[in-house]
């Protein structure tokens, strides 16, 4: 049948659909995967870092192209002329089945071993390749990434890679190229001001496009209550505090507004609206039960996007100057014993430049004034590069300073451990330890 029919570049498309929902519910995962976001960013740094290409592509009628996993028959419509009446089999995995996502997954991950791709233990949509690159012997790994039908190729000859694939999977002509807009962010190379080249993600069309979609909302629905404040100078006004708002619960319909729209937000942060991921975190809180005050920052958020609108998050891969006098050598032996970094075993050998890692954490005490829960923030760098960062209200109630900065930073050596995880995973060569940077030296002082 017809599901619907969508314009999508002044193009009409249509899409033939099966009623998945008169199919049995299969007993194993139905979607399929994608690749992280901090995988991303690593990879667009390692791509500056050891000077490779970076090219995409975008798989035309992705789920189409591979065969169903389930045993599906149906009896065909009065669009199907004349056939009508006779019973027909399902063999490709049409959208709608419920298993189609996890078949296209499949279907490419033997497409993927065929080109002699092997995924990665720490994330299985990113595959891997050792590769020598002609021009000077250097030894790397090319990697393709996997965001459902979405590639991102990173190699020396990037494009011979994607021109490969296209015999397996057709892409859509015109996709295969330099990067444009990706994961819905503008991403292009640029020159620092350092000199060095590196790649960088823009999401300001897409916060354009977000904007632009909340005052037609406004306009249309919301024009007697509210409207977007002309001037906002920070995400939120001054003194907001939304666990002690108390106006009026929303409604189901703006509700369910104000949910879309928390997506719409974090989006941005993910694509690199950082300055705002506090905010966007705080709300995120009231998701069960917005109210009118929570909607009402959420367009103040948007004001200030309007205003602030264009942003670039740049992966420099320059390498840190790092003070070393600021880390004091301790002996833990009679603590812990001669312990070492447990390296996985089924780690592959390491190829290309190495790395540096540091993280720069903080906390605040008590910054939820209902319930006296702190907030770890911390960001970890990629040599000079953005990779992780994150804002969260912690799970317990410290009494002290010390106690809500020890909190953080335990937040925070949890993820650079399985950050290092993940690059030994992808065959990245870590130069040394990570270096962590905080402001509490109670905390620092303990750790020595």
């Known amino acids: ?58 798989i035309m009628n992705a789920f189409v192209t591979a065969p169903t996993e389930e045993k599906i028959w149906t009896i065909l419509g009065p669009e199907f002329g004349n056939n009508q009446g006779k019973k ?65 190729s990173n190699a020396h000859n990037a494009e011979d890679v994607l021109h490969r694939l296209d015999k397996y999977f057709m892409l859509k002509p015109g996709s295969l190229g330099d990067p444009d807009i990706y994961l819905g962010a503008k991403l292009k190379k640029m020159k620092l001001p350092n000199g060095v080249k590196a790649w960088a993600m823009s999401p300001a069309q897409y916060v354009h496009q977000s904007v632009k979609n909340v005052e037609k909302y406004l306009e249309e629905n919301l024009s007697a209550r509210w409207k977007l404040p002309s001037k906002a100078e920070n995400p939120f006004a001054i003194g907001f505090s939304p666990e002690l708002d108390d106006s009026p619960e929303l409604d189901p319909s703006l509700s369910s507004y104000y949910q879309s729209q928390i997506g719409i937000l974090r989006w941005m942060v993910e694509l690199g609206r950082i300055d705002m991921m506090t905010e966007v975190s705080m709300l995120v809180s009231h998701l069960a039960m917005p109210r009118e005050g929570h909607l009402e920052a959420i367009f103040h958020i948007y004001a200030y996007l309007k205003q602030k609108y264009n942003s670039r998050l740049a992966f420099d891969p320059t390498y840190p100057s790092i003070d070393m006098s600021d880390f004091k050598e301790c002996d833990w032996k009679q603590f812990y014993g001669d312990v070492k970094e447990a390296i996985p075993p089924n780690a592959p050998e390491t190829r290309g430049k190495d790395v540096d890692l540091r993280m720069f954490v903080d906390s605040d005490h008590a910054g939820d004034k209902l319930t006296r829960r702190s907030r770890t923030g911390f960001m970890i760098f990629m040599n000079t590069a953005l990779i992780d960062a994150l804002s969260k209200k912690q799970a317990t109630i410290e009494t002290s300073v010390f106690g809500a900065e020890f909190v953080a930073l335990k937040h925070g050596m949890e993820r650079l451990c399985g950050l290092r995880y993940k690059l030994r995973m992808m065959g990245v060569s870590i130069s040394g330890p990570s270096y962590i940077y905080g402001d509490n030296m109670s905390v620092i002082h303990n750790t020595q």
């Not at 990665?120 to 891997?128: G, I, N, R, V």
């Open 88 to 152: 027909a089999v399902i063999v490709r995995a049409l959208y709608g089945l419920k298993n189609a996502g996890a078949s296209f997954r499949h279907h490419l991950a033997d497409c993927m071993k065929h080109l002699g791709y092997t995924p990665c233990l720490a994330d299985p949509d990113l595959w891997m390749k050792p590769e020598v690159r002609p021009d000077d012997g250097m030894a790397y790994y090319a990697y393709i990434l996997c965001y459902v039908d979405d590639i991102l």
């Open 1 to 58: 049948m017809i599901f619907d029919i969508k314009m999508e570049d002044f193009r009409r498309k249509a899409w033939l659909v099966a009623g998945g929902h008169v199919t049995d519910v299969p007993p194993t995962i139905t979607y399929s995967s994608v690749v992280g976001r901090e995988t991303v960013r690593i990879a667009l740094t390692l791509a500056a870092l050891n000077d490779l290409e970076v090219k995409v592509a975008d």
